[in-house]
């Protein structure tokens, strides 16, 4: 059965997905509706502030606040000193305090749990827009998992303030805050130790998360940690995460045999070189970083860019940002730093104006695409973009998001690879995480992990990383059966006589150049778009596609949005210039059995014919 509007889906306290399950209740949502946003109990987490995070802001106001503030939390001091740089570079005029909270001493004591501080951004109530973009956008607020770990200790007086930090700069090449190499062995914000590459250290003779009967949410943390997360147990699930991303850990096991097979299995893939010892040779666990979002690793993508360019003496210069992209890619890009060039249609022709600019004397910091792109699922061709970026001297950033590293291959052609794991690694629906990868092999290794080592902060909450790390242990199985229902449903949407178009990565004209990154045993994904001849279709499939409807793609189950008019509702002029159409539906295929997807769609065409 299908959700009813606003509620979780899945139906659970933190959900990644809101139930639209009708075109008009999208077009209601985007329009602030009453009969809409007052049922909405969730949504996506960086569009929706999720309602436990709600309280623990009124929480705060109470305690801290002045009258006609409102507070924004992040988790630590450098992503809140960033909210305040923006409001400082964007809307100066605007009074902007921080407040930081850390636990008390006696709870400081016992580093053996991982505890969390929070830091405030407090701000004139009617400039909540401003801030909101930065929690959209970078990805960088705290998650509903650590807002309800904050608020128990706030209200049992476990969270105290400190005193705040000098003032910041809202300069756009300061954005790292300056400061000791910090990723010496030493003690985090959480009481978890640190390797030399900045990523948390196993330790040993831990208690390790093990257990057969995986369950969701506040029982599995319950039965697993008694509610107290032990700090070692975190760190070997970001570690088995970490090298699942690198390919050395595939088995779908319990976390200590995962581990264990995971070193043998590197051990060979770097002897053998078979399939995952290819992407090995580029780069192992050390080159992978984890973040709280997707959007998150895109960021810092981007302020890792910058800051290496400064590092270099270079000057300030735009990025290029190349296909039309998730919303937030663009804005990031536009809105921190100098700018960007769009290149909103990612073809062959677009790369011959850049190359033509380029030849010129023009230059830029980097290009951002996506492989494939979301929503039109066209994939671009990476091994030019790579001659280019040797040639002329700029960063290649790839997001594999909706590819996904088991399908295709695209680090050797990148320097940087990022990727939402809230969609199909985790595939569950009930948790955030990006990841970014440096490529070992490129030339600008060296001076990106220098500023990597210096300044990553490991803000990926423990919780988040519990579930990310269960979820995805059966991540390559799934792979191989969602490849093959999303093809099937392709096909079954292609015979309809109303379906003008049906983009998928294997039916678009870029075909070849996905298939260029498709590793050996690699198929074309989950998602997928149609069109249809007459607009007025559009709406009569949607709300009769008996799957169930939201934001997200990458789940379990069979998900579906009218994607365009969530993501660009106020700009849908400006997307049809570049072949997106605001009647687009957008799906991603689940688990489910191809059969009775076909029936689901044969049904929802049906009713076009009886309207």
């Known amino acids: 059965m299908l959700a009813a509007v606003g509620r979780p889906v899945p139906d659970i306290p933190h959900a990644t997905s809101v139930s639209l399950p009708t075109w008009r209740s999208n077009v209601g949502y985007e329009e602030g509706e009453e009969w809409v946003v007052s049922k909405m109990q969730t949504g996506y987490p960086r569009f929706f502030i999720h309602l436990i995070i709600q309280e623990l802001e009124k929480e705060i106001l109470s305690q801290y606040g002045r009258s006609g503030e409102r507070v924004m939390l992040f988790p630590s001091r450098r992503t809140a000193q960033r909210c305040q740089a923006f409001f400082q570079d964007k809307r100066s005029e605007v009074s902007v305090r921080l407040l930081h909270l850390e636990p008390t001493s006696s709870q400081l004591k016992n580093t053996k749990y991982v505890l969390s501080k929070l830091s405030c951004v407090f701000f004139p109530a009617d400039e909540f827009p401003t801030a909101k973009q930065v929690w959209q956008h970078s990805g960088s607020g705290i998650s509903s998992r650590r ?30 805050s300056k400061g000791p190499r910090r990723y010496q062995r030493g003690t985090s914000q959480s009481g978890i130790q640190y390797g030399m590459n900045g990523h948390i250290q196993p330790q040993a003779n831990g208690n390790h998360v093990n257990g057969s009967d995986f369950q969701d949410q506040d029982q599995f943390i319950e039965e697993r940690f008694g509610r107290n997360l032990n700090a070692e147990n975190a760190a070997r699930v970001k570690l088995a995460i970490r090298r699942r991303i690198a390919g050395s850990l595939t088995e ?94 990612g073809t062959d022709e677009d790369l011959d104006d850049l190359e033509r ?16 792109s979301n929503p039109l699922l066209r994939s671009p061709n990476l091994a030019r973009i790579r001659q280019l970026g040797d040639k002329y001297d700029f960063v290649v950033v790839v997001d594999e998001t909706v590819g996904n590293y088991i399908n295709i291959n695209v680090l050797p052609h990148a320097d940087i690879v990022v990727s939402s794991l809230t969609k199909i690694f985790t595939g569950e ?104 001849h007459n607009k007025e279709h559009a709406p009569i499939f949607f709300d009769n596609l008996a799957i169930q409807k939201g934001p997200s793609l990458g789940t379990n189950f069979s998900l579906s949005c009218p994607f365009v008019l969530l993501a660009h509702y106020n700009e849908l002029d400006w997307v049809q210039q570049f072949g997106v159409d605001p009647y687009l539906v957008r799906i991603s295929v689940g688990l489910e059995d191809p059969a009775e997807m076909n029936n689901v769609c044969e049904k929802a065409l049906e009713a076009i014919t009886q309207s």
């Open 429 to 532: 629906c009930n948790v955030m995480g990006g990841s970014l990868v440096l490529n070992h092999s490129q030339r600008l290794w060296k001076q990106l992990n220098d500023v990597l080592q210096e300044q990553y902060e490991d803000n990926y909450w423990a919780e988040d990383a519990v579930f990310m790390e269960r979820n995805s242990r059966d991540f390559v199985s799934r792979i191989e059966r969602i490849n093959v229902n999303a093809e099937a449903t392709a096909a079954t949407l292609q015979k309809s006589p109303f379906v003008k178009e049906v983009y998928y990565p294997s039916l678009v004209p870029s075909k070849k150049y996905y298939d260029a990154c498709k590793t050996p045993n690699g198929g074309y994904g989950g998602l997928l778009s149609v069109t249809f």
């Open 147 to 176: 807002g309800e770990f904050c608020l128990k200790a706030l209200k049992e007086g476990y969270l105290v303030p400190v005193e705040g930090p000098a003032p910041v700069t809202s300069s756009h090449h300061d954005l790292f």
């Open 357 to 372: 600019r380029l030849e010129s004397g023009e230059r830029f910091a980097a290009l951002f695409t996506e492989f494939p």
């Open 252 to 345: 779908d096991l319990e976390l200590d045999d995962a581990l264990a097979a995971s070193e043998s299995g590197q051990q060979k893939c770097q002897q053998d070189h078979n399939v995952e010892g290819e992407r090995l040779r580029y780069g192992s666990e050390d080159d992978v970083y984890l973040y709280p979002t997707g959007m998150n690793a895109i960021f810092s993508a981007h302020l890792l860019v910058m800051e290496e360019a400064q590092r270099r003496g270079r000057p300030p210069l735009k990025s290029v940002c190349f296909g039309f992209p998730y919303i937030d890619t663009l804005k990031v890009l536009e809105k921190w730093g100098p700018g960007a060039k769009f290149y909103g249609n």
